[in-house]
């Protein structure tokens, strides 16, 4: 696609500058309104400087990715509500064997979960669940954080509802949901597992101080005990006359038996009547109770009946009719607690069942308002409390950004720059992938993943298609994977990051990841990981 007149090429490259300014920083000085308001603003002077009609803003707006995002919303609310991330952030600490053991296990449910639930889900529900326990076992939680927010945008990349580039890329390449799995599943685990063991080789000294610290604890405990019961042992009122007499008899003739066997019958006697005694005490004990018990009745009748004969029976009779009415209340609870559980059950089978009707290629948009649809009917309440939990803004903003990146591709910016980078970014060799991912990393970390999908899905795929048909489905696995990983390139990268970001600034006590301890992470890690994720994805064939 040739360049547009220039007018249009003007005005429609600052429309989508003033989109992407607002969408990374979202707080500039001099226009603090947001992502959303930002959108929905470049929106508006794509249609008001006439680079696209309003005709053509309305269908750039792609209701099926919007109708998935609603309904995978709805259900991970319900999710919530049932406790399923509760249960999961109980793995993070069952039966943990120190805190590398505790960091490997973040990283694996991390990536379950946001492959299930969407990485940004993942990340506003487990990160209170890594700071609590980080609290609890006095460790500074940098590593835990970062592998939540990396191992959450690694294992997104998994299905087409881990996150909102990959809907896309599903919805626009026709990619069934079994096809996309299997398509990155191999290259995700292997990510998950070097971005973990980048996490243990590069903190690897302050977990292992962590468990020094834990392990001169307990043995500050055991020394701490140890010398309680030797200093109780040495004021034993039997033990020390007996050692203090016995040991001259011993050292002095070793043949002096009898002495030795006068003072073990002696200990022993002593022995018996301590036994004697303490039984004695216990059986005054439980007299002197039932005694105390029988006359605190006696006194609460004789009160009764002070009051009036009749008022008195009256009592009585109603503190014995109060029996009946508490297990009443007791059996409501029970069931109350089995509607609770059967609910709960049909929620996870329901949430299975999306997932079965997924993997049989049934349309995404609808089989997810379906489950949400049945979850808010089986609550058997008001749903407007969850519903009000769904991040409407989002929606908007994906509006107002389908609108503002369709007009700045009717500019013919794009196609203009695509065409320069066409013949070295072919995928039919390793150097035209490599160029390929260097262009998504980049354009990802400057105009954000779901834009950079926008603007060069299509282009990308046409390329491959005239390779061969065959790559197509290559080249969007490829395009997914890249674009989703180049979130951990830096804190700005991603959603993900700046969710687990502000939730632990904002914690109590609060904790700052800054931009440059995330990148000495990141961008190790995401090249690592994007390179051996390339080398799979390109090898694997479905």
């Known amino acids: ?224 005990s140890s010398s309680k019961s030797l200093e109780s042992h040495k004021c034993d009122p039997i033990t020390e006359p007996a050692s203090s007499q016995s040991s001259p008899d011993i050292n002095r003739d070793g043949g002096h038996s009898k002495n030795l066997k006068n003072r073990l019958s002696e200990l022993d006697m002593c022995s018996d009547s301590c036994r004697e005694i303490e039984l004695k005490k216990a059986v005054l004990s439980k007299k002197e109770a039932t005694d105390n018990m029988f006359s605190e009745i006696g006194e609460q009748m004789e009160e009764r009946f002070a009051r009036g004969g009749v008022q008195g029976t009256m009592e009585k009779m109603t503190d014995l009719e109060s029996g009946p009415q508490q297990s009443t209340e007791e059996s409501k609870g029970q069931l109350n607690r089995w509607k609770r559980l059967s609910w709960k059950l049909c929620v996870y089978l329901g949430t299975v069942g999306m997932l079965v009707a997924f993997l049989m290629g049934l349309d995404m948009s609808w089989t997810a308002l379906t489950a949400a649809l049945i979850f808010v009917s089986l609550d058997f309440k008001d749903a407007g409390p969850c519903l009000e939990k769904v991040s409407y803004s989002l929606l908007v903003f994906f509006c107002g950004m389908f609108i503002t990146v369709e007009g700045f591709n009717r500019t013919g910016i794009p196609s203009s720059l695509w065409s320069l980078m066409e013949p070295h970014a072919r995928i039919d060799h390793a150097s035209g992938i490599a160029v390929l991912a260097i262009v998504i990393l980049v354009l990802s970390n400057v105009a954000s993943n779901v834009p950079t999908v926008l603007l060069l899905g299509a282009k990308v795929a046409a390329s491959a298609i005239a390779i061969s048909p065959n790559k197509e489905k290559k080249a969007w696995l490829i395009l997914a994977w890249v674009s989703t990983v180049a979130g951990n390139l830096s804190l700005l990268g991603s959603a993900a990051n700046i969710i687990v970001c502000e939730q632990a600034l904002r914690a109590k006590p609060s904790y700052n990841i800054t931009f440059w301890s995330h990148l000495k992470f990141g961008f190790p890690s995401t090249l690592i990981v994007t390179t051996i994720g390339l080398a799979v994805v390109y090898c694997y064939d479905v």
């Open 1 to 224: 696609m040739a360049l547009g007149p220039i007018k249009k090429v003007v005005l429609g490259s600052v429309a989508f500058a003033v989109f992407w300014i607002l969408a990374v920083f979202p707080a500039v000085p001099f226009l603090p309104i947001g992502r959303t308001a930002g959108s929905i603003l470049g929106a508006m002077l794509m249609v008001i400087s006439k680079v696209i009609t309003p005709e053509q803003a309305y269908s750039a707006i792609k209701l099926p990715v919007l109708g998935l995002l609603f309904g995978t919303m709805v259900v991970t609310i319900y999710l919530e509500r049932a406790d399923m991330f509760k249960h999961l952030g109980v793995l993070f600490s069952w039966k943990s064997w120190g805190a590398k053991d505790m960091l490997c296990r973040i990283c694996i449910v991390s990536a379950i979960s946001s492959a299930l639930f969407t990485n940004d889900t993942t990340c506003v529900i487990l990160t209170e669940f890594i700071l609590k326990i980080a609290r609890e076992n006095n460790i500074r939680p940098e590593p835990f954080l970062l592998g939540l927010a990396s191992s959450s945008n690694i294992g997104s990349s998994a299905t087409p509802i881990g996150n909102p580039q990959n809907l896309i890329i599903a919805i626009q390449s026709g990619i069934s949901f079994g096809e996309f799995v299997l398509g990155l599943l191999p290259a995700v685990l292997l990510g998950v597992f070097v971005n973990a063991l980048i996490l243990l080789c590069m903190f690897w000294k302050l977990l292992s101080d962590v468990k020094e610290e834990e392990d001169a604890h307990q043995i500050s405990l055991a020394t701490t």
